[in-house]
């Protein structure tokens, strides 16, 4: 069974059809397939998400803290 992951939701198509406009529209509307755009507003939206994304680190990192000291620490025993 292949595993497919899906790149963009509804949402993350329609932002970057946004600033792909904006970009083509600030770049005078040239006459293009306006791949560029799409690819410069693609990478764009990308890289916001990942501002906004929590990493698994922090979650990790969070949990830690909350669950610690969860009881006493074993006694050292030679």
């Known amino acids: 069974m292949a595993y497919f992951k899906r790149l963009h939701t509804d949402q993350d198509i329609q932002a970057i059809r946004e600033a ?35 990493l698994p680190i922090d979650i990790v990192q969070e949990a830690g803290e909350e669950s610690f000291p969860a009881s006493d620490a074993p006694g050292w025993m030679p």
């Open 20 to 54: 792909a406009y904006l970009k083509w529209e600030q770049a005078g509307k040239p006459e293009s397939d306006g791949v560029t755009f799409w690819l410069e507003a693609e990478q764009d939206c990308q890289k916001q998400a990942s501002k906004d994304q929590v």
